[in-house]
């Protein structure tokens, strides 16, 4: 048997609740939980005479394990839309979320919040991961969102009508095992949805949150309007994504109104700002192989502005004071998963400063999935997941993408290949 | 991941084993076009055309010998000694992730083709296609889905019982549009509950039925046998691999049957053993034993488990020495035995009188002519698929050498052992 404690020493320990790292620093896990972080000589004096795992990371920084709030494990990040992933049977969308899973784990996310899978799906792989078969970060899981007939991801599985049917949904929703409920309050990709337009009326949007506030489940709207937001923010919702401020004609218009009563709330905000701009960078990377045709350009020219408005208003957002977190919507359309950095680095250029952005993809994130209990920083109590990187992230963001180790529950992650851990990787064109 | 920057890719090794039982080839080297075989030699013959560009892959003094064949898998199974009837309990999506799981360590170990005996409802099938979409990677899948059972027989509860020739012949084609490479039935009982080991269970009729629709469409069928009655009704049937073959009567006694070997040979079928199965669940609870917490039951199933691996081993050495082909097939996941461990059913049959190249003639070649593959697999020689092991040692020498995997190479490229995502 090996022992149970570990020593984990850095250069500098950046816990996640403080701006200043720590130096001379170590961190003791006993199983899977951090007991003590302390100077060296103090940890040292602790573990004497004791059997334990040295793991020296000196050179390098360590972080807690990472939060990402924003998942799609059964998506390819290869522009595929949503209409067609739920085509695919779910035995094999288990196989390619199992897959995804393992490229969050990876890359350095340890917890993951998922936000629309097919089916049951998702609740299948961390069955098989709970029962040690298959490994993944901790999830939150939601299974499939809640959504109007037609609505947007209605085709994973979730369309329900009325307050009757809404509570009886969440009901089960929570039987199988959710987390959380996640709603569409407008459309969205879907074709057979209306993304200017809100989707539940207030009596079912209330209902739904009352049932899940019954249970302790927090609730998350997908917005690509106004409206929804509106709508959430009258019924409590706990999470906004998206968050895009569009009236109902299409037309782009900030309103401080509602971003106000945001940042009154207690809500967070999700932007999603990469996934605009992914579909942007790949039409790009294609115009660099190939002359686009008229119509692609002027798709790029609408992407391109599109991400710019979204970073505009997410940084008057962020002004008005506004709670951002990291969620980076991988892998829907264009955006794989392994990638939730490109997210940080965009709030971060929103106007987040690099302590900010670190934090909403660590304790900030894990705040807004009520898991900070347990995960988000290096906390004595908390679970020893944590993550080795090269290079400072609070000089530059960039860094958290230098993961060289990863510690998840106690244990080192074996990655494999460097190669393979390539495989995922997406660059700016 | 097709190399596209080469048009051949040159392996060279210190020795080849070429999986026809042969002599050994020292020196020797392979060349290799689109995954597939086109010339294998001493180094100083082979040599690509004038002016193509070579990828030299050079292994020293290592050994290439033909990529492992299992034939006979259980990519659902998890091996950790939980019986069919509560593996079967696992949702579809759950055992498809096993499955991937269990296809990834075949493949890493050095089994680079795989003929899965039987799964429950389309999960194989799934795994197929989630390895054509790029999701996940496997070996070469040769798959039966469903096994066809009788009602309660063995492996019932996967999916597909059937009654009567319509019922048996309907099955077939319905595993075959869903893209079945052969049938698999049970003949007799198992370890299904409400199955009976010692009893046969389909009729002569039935599976007749059943082999002459599955030939027709140029698949082939294999059979688990765990009693005498069985393993006559299949091999009169036309049965082309009989799965554990064991002779014994329907009072459970051990009674060696010169009549089922001479069926054996006269139909030229395939015997798979299925040997270290029983061997490994001894060896779990010898474990358990010495760790001082048997309990009773597993106390009676450790005493039946040692006398049947003797008489198992007594009756298959005697039906080898008398000229039956032995097609080495792990059985794993099942019961006690988890996958990436083939190796231990090929030094099985070592253990009934095999020699170690015959051992591995019949994990590659033979097992390859059990599958109706053998156009294609089983040997390192001219137009065959690029499936090269690469070990260290000579495995003819000492088989424990097969466990020394250096590479593993299928279609001409060499897999990732290290890509877990
Ligand atoms: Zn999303
Ligand atoms: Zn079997």
Known sequence: MRPSKKVVLASQIIDGTSMDPLKDH??????????????KIEIFQIVENQEYDLLDYTGFVL????????????????????????????????????????????????????????????????????????????????????????????????????????????????????DYIKITQTGGTTKTSSPLLPAFNLDELEAITKEAKKFGKLTATHCLSTEGIINSLDTGVDMVIHG???????????????????????????????????????????????????????????????????????????????????????????????????????????????????????????????????????EVGKKADMVVIKGDPLEDIGNLRNVFEVIFNGEIINRGSKDSNMSYIQSPP | MIDNNYDFTLIKAGLLVDGNGGNNLHKASVLIQNGVIKFVGNQESVVAPEGASVKVLDYGDKTILPG???????????????????????????????????ARKHLYSGVTTVRDCGAKNNTTFMLRKAVEMGITISPRLILTGRPISIVGGHLGYFGEEATGEVECVKSVRKLIKQGADFIKITATGGSTITSLPFRPSFTKKEIQAITFEAHKMGKHVAAHCSSSEGIINSL???????????????????????????????????????????????????????????????????????????????????????????????????????????????????????????????????????????????????????????????????????RNVVDVISNGEVVDRENFI
């Open chain 1, 26 to 39: 170590a961190v003791l896990i006993e199983g899977s939980n951090i007991v003590k972080i302390a100077k």
């Open chain 1, 63 to 178: 972080i807690p394990g990472m939060v990402d709030c924003h998942t799609h494990h059964n998506g390819f990040g290869d522009g595929r839309l949503g209409d067609e992933i739920a085509k695919i049977p779910d035995e094999i969308l288990t196989l390619k979320s199992a897959s995804n899973a393992r490229v969050a784990l990876f890359s350095g996310i340890t917890t993951i919040r998922e936000n629309g899978p097919k089916n049951k799906t998702m609740f299948r792989l961390r069955d098989s991961i709970q029962s040690g078969k298959e490994i993944g970060p901790r999830m939150n899981l939601c299974g499939s969102p809640v959504s109007i007939i037609g609505g947007h991801m209605g085709y994973f599985g979730g369309e329900v009508t009325g307050v009757f049917e809404v509570t009886r949904y969440v009901r089960s929703l929570i039987k199988e095992g959710a």
């Open chain 1, 244 to 378: 895009v401020f569009k009236e109902p004609d299409g037309t782009d218009k900030f309103r401080e109104d509602v971003a106000e009563r945001l940042a009154e709330s207690r809500a967070f905000v999700n932007p999603t700002l990469h996934v605009f701009r992914a579909r942007a960078w790949e039409m790009e990377k294609l115009g660099l192989q190939r002359k686009l045709t008229k119509n692609e350009i002027k798709l790029f020219d609408q992407h391109r502005r599109n991400f710019d408005q979204r970073l505009i208003d997410c940084s008057k957002m962020i002004e008005m004071g506004v709670k951002v977190i990291t969620g980076s919507d991988s892998s829907w359309g264009d955006y794989k998963l392994g990638n939730t950095i490109h997210e940080t680095e965009c709030i971060n250029m929103a106007g987040y400063s690099n302590f900010q952005s670190f934090q909403s993809v660590t304790l900030e994130a894990a705040k807004a999935l009520d898991m900070d209990n347990s995960v988000g920083s290096l």
């Open chain 2, 68 to 102: 492992l064949i299992d034939c006979h898998v259980h990519l659902n199974g998890i091996g950790d000694g939980r019986v069919g009837n509560d593996l079967v309990t696992l949702p579809d999506e759950v055992l498809t992730l096993q499955s991937a799981k269990n």
């Open chain 2, 236 to 402: 009169d049937s036309g049965v082309d691999t009989i799965i554990h073959g064991y002779h014994v009567e329907s009072d459970e006694t051990f009674n060696y049957r010169p009549e089922i070997t001479e069926k054996f040979i006269k139909n030229g079928a395939f015997l798979n053993p299925t040997l270290f199965q029983g061997r490994k669940t001894v060896e779990v609870l010898e474990l358990k034993q010495n760790q001082g917490y048997l309990t009773r039951i597993e106390s009676e199933m450790l005493e039946t488990a040692k006398y049947r691996n003797e008489k198992i081993s007594e009756i298959v050495s005697k039906m080898v020495s008398d000229g039956v082909q032995l097609a080495c097939g792990s059985d794993a996941s099942w019961t006690y035995y988890k996958t990436g461990d083939f190796q231990s059913e090929i030094f099985a049959h070592v253990s009934v009188g095999l020699s170690p190249m015959q051992a591995i003639v019949s994990a590659t070649k033979d097992s390859a002519r059990s599958c109706w593959i053998d156009d294609k697999l089983g040997t390192l020689s001219e137009n065959k698929i690029a499936d090269i092991l690469v070990v260290d040692g000579d495995p003819t020498e000492d088989i424990n050498n097969l």
